[in-house]
């Protein structure tokens, strides 16, 4: 099984790739999974971090509990355990990560999943990320669907590579 995500579904896939706990709910394993598609999303609240380092936790965390659309985490430290940063650890799935040329900056996705695949590099982990020339965050994915589109063929090749050799939809590969 390979998951894809894009946008907040892409910070959910690698949630999903990074903590075993939520394969687990469903009797799964990380070894279910072939492959983690992340497509347009940061990997940790990095604003966030910015403010600890600028006004303390203490100041932070008092801040985050009375900010009523905060109430679904009841804390900051539940909070960031929803990052998947938090979770990179050895034997995570192959994660590629692909990066609208548009949106490397703001949000600052080009720093947190060059970050994400570096620490996953360290622990043994594949892990890589491509940035998408001329795209957008949103036409990363509108054109997926397009013949021919470019994306569409990272996405194809990176489920090749990791298949395991079965079949693919397009009758390709080997069992």
Known sequence: MFLLGHSSGALLVALIG???SYLARKGLK???LRGVISMGSIMWD???DEAIKQHG???VEEGFAHDADNRIFGSLATYQDHWPIRHVRVGMPPFLFL???AEKEHPPVLKTDS???ER???LKNQAEYKILPGRTH???IRNLSQPGDAVFSIVRDFVRQFSGGGLLPDGKGQR
């Open 57 to 59: 936790r203490s100041r």
């Open 46 to 48: 990095d604003e966030l």
């Open 115 to 117: 970050t994400f695949v």
């Open 18 to 20: 990074t903590d075993e």
């Open 138 to 140: 949103y036409s990363a």
């Open 99 to 101: 990066i609208a040329e």
């Open 30 to 32: 990380s070894s279910d």
């Open 120 to 122: 996953a590099h360290a």
